[in-house]
């Protein structure tokens, strides 16, 4: 089965102003299409994650249902799917054997083929009816049993042709993210699996812009411990400028209601002991065992506000709990906010010049009574994409991604745009991350190490050409440096020599003592430790008065004779020189995590594919 998605423009060009009053000019309200809402919540899991075992715990554990390497096209599942899977397999098999077996000439080795199981019990079965029918022969009871039949296999059919879809649809959102992202960089990038990617349980949630929805969870885990975790929601239809600043914050986009898996839950209960949400009404008929509903009410008992928010501490809780580790840092929210034509009296591009000052607004969350210079305008409705038809407004704390001609939903074009938002984010908080580590009053030797350790080779992404969009190194570099990443980096590179010339003065005495150390202790082993000096030794210590002589009688009984006592001493000798050698020697080192295989594989290899327009033409 293949991905189909639309990639490229139509060529539109910009007409002309005409001189002539145009009635969109009057003053109106800014509405516009809206196409989707991603909010890219990032955290810090500290530096040598182990992202495989992590995700094979998630899988394993039912809080995440497809995970992938981008440097495979093998997609790993999880419980769910595979159960998904077992009763497909289960349902596909009892259609064909009642196909089989009421075919006008069914064929009894066929039916042992298809299913043993099912056959040994039809035979058991027809043979019990049988015998009752010769022992108590009754010519007047004739039953037909045509219309059960064929509603039987009714069901059997439409229960198969569910889970296939099921089975179908968590493949198809687990890989449409993995195989966007191959496309968008250079196969190079992924010759070191730098992150697994996981399709998260969704959150089912309602508001007053989107009404009831789903929101698919996408999880990043990279080796560096920055992980991202994607929401992907609705947004409405008709949106006015007070919907859009509302989709723009994760926090202030208020919920109705939402439902949050079981298994999430239970793990997010299980790190913050909130026990009651995922216990509440255990009897309650209405109640769907596979969700926790969270109300308004719920979150004012505890004087928070229900929002999208809420929903990323929730999972953020879970993966903690799943991982053993604790966010290092603040988490931070970056919103992208996906528009198409607008639905107000202006038409295309020329929306932006008619409410610029709306747009500029709502590129800085700010409210409609905000005023802004007209510097500040074009800075912030400064378009980075290449094609005539689309804009994307790049802000520090949220893009405007808009396709002026779009009316409809694409998930896949606005991935498009999140890949390198979502790039330059993980760029910036590995900076962060090394900020942190070294920014400590007391930074020890190691962590010191582990700092330059990542500034030397640990940054992957940091200023290299990995996405082969035309744009995309244009986003990555508005996002980075609005979020003052060269500047970090700079700051972050001095700070790191000063340490180091620090840390050298500490090693060049460190060296010095274990210089010493080892001269003393060679001295010592020469002098002291030698097999006859230990006898010696022992002979003259107990020549010493009476109690030095039941001492060393005592441990001659001990350990068996004079010659045992000799042998364990010289052995007990060795090993601490030894020890202490290696430790005084020893320097940190830093190996990456090795990769390996993690949550389970469908027995049928089920291959997704993305193909782009001119592919699909063609075909």
């Known amino acids: 089965m293949k991905l189909k998605t639309l990639v490229g423009g139509n060529g539109w060009v910009r007409p002309k102003k005409s001189p002539v009053s145009d009635p969109a000019e009057t003053p109106h309200e800014l509405r516009m299409t809206g196409r989707g809402s991603y909010y890219s919540y990032s955290f810090d899991l500290g530096p040598g994650l182990d992202i495989f075992a992590i995700a094979d715990r998630l899988l394993t554990k039912n809080l995440a249902t497809v995970a992938a390497s981008p440097a495979t096209t093998k997609l790993r599942v999880g419980k769910r799917v595979i159960e998904a899977e077992k009763a497909h397999q289960h349902a596909e098999t009892f259609d064909q054997f009642l196909t089989e077996m009421y075919s006008e000439t069914p064929r009894f080795k066929e039916m042992i083929r298809i299913s043993k199981g099912l056959s040994l019990s039809i035979g058991y079965v027809v043979l019990k009816e049988a015998m009752k029918a010769y022992l108590r022969p009754s010519k007047d009871l004739e039953i037909s049993r045509d219309d059960r039949l064929d509603d039987t296999r009714k069901m059997v059919k439409e229960s198969e042709e ?40 969704r959150v089912l949630f309602a508001d007053s812009i989107a009404g009831k929805t789903a929101s698919q969870v996408s999880l990043m885990l990279h080796r560096s411990g920055i992980c991202i975790l994607t929401f992907s929601t609705d947004a409405g239809e008709d949106m006015d400028f007070a919907q859009m600043l509302s989709v723009l914050g994760g926090s202030s986009r208020k919920l109705v209601h939402m439902k949050i898996s079981r298994s999430v839950m239970s793990a997010y209960a299980n790190s913050h002991g909130i026990r009651s949400l995922v216990k509440r009404n255990p009897t309650d008929p209405n109640r769907d065992p596979n969700w926790v509903t969270i109300t308004q009410e719920d979150a004012a008992a505890v004087d928070e506000t229900l929002s999208l928010t809420g929903a990323f501490l929730a999972y953020l809780g879970a993966i903690e709990n799943i991982s053993g580790r604790e966010n290092q840092s603040e ?16 038409t295309g591009p020329e929306c932006k010049e008619v409410h610029r000052s ?110 082969v969009g035309p744009d995309a190194p244009a986003v990555i570099d508005a996002l980075t440096t609005k979020q003052g990443a060269e500047d970090l980096y700079d700051r972050l590179m001095d700070r790191v020599k000063v340490l180091e010339s620090m840390v050298s003065t500490r090693y060049s005495r460190t060296q010095s003592r274990r210089s010493i150390a080892i001269s003393i202790s060679g001295f010592l082993a020469v002098l002291l430790f030698l097999l006859p000096r230990i006898t010696d030794s022992i002979e003259t210590f107990s020549r010493q008065g009476e109690w030095p002589v039941k001492a060393v009688t005592k441990i001659d009984e001990l350990f068996g004779g004079r010659g045992s006592v000799v042998l364990w001493i010289y052995l007990l000798a060795i090993s601490a020189f030894i ?39 063609s075909s």
């Open 162 to 201: 569910k889970l296939h879809d099921t089975l179908m649809s968590y493949h198809i959102d687990g890989a449409l993210r993995v195989r966007i992202e191959q496309k968008e960089h250079y196969p190079r990038y992924f010759n070191s699996e730098p992150y697994v990617r996981l399709e998260m349980d």
């Open 331 to 346: 988490w931070q929210c970056y919103t992208t906010l996906s528009l198409g034509a607008p639905t107000c009296r202006c």
């Open 358 to 467: 709306d747009f500029a607004r709502l590129a800085t969350r700010a409210k409609a009574t905000t005023a802004l210079t007209d510097k500040a305008e074009d800075e912030l409705l400064e378009n980075h994409l290449k094609l005539s038809q689309t804009e994307i407004w790049i802000a520090p704390g949220s893009a405007i991604y808009v396709g002026w001609s779009a009316n409809s939903p694409d998930l896949t074009k606005d991935l498009h745009q999140i890949v390198p938002l979502e790039s330059a984010i993980l760029q910036v908080r590995q900076l962060e991350q090394i900020d942190l580590i070294t920014s400590a009053a007391v930074v020890r030797d190691k962590k010191l190490f582990r700092a330059q350790n990542i500034l030397a080779v640990g940054l992957q992404e940091y200023q290299r050409n990995l996405l």
């Open 579 to 617: 020890a202490a050698f290696v430790v005084v020697s020893l320097r940190p080192r830093f190996r990456p995590v090795r990769a390996r295989k993690f949550g389970y594989s469908t027995k049928r290899e089920i291959e997704i594919s993305l193909v782009d327009a001119g592919e699909r033409d």
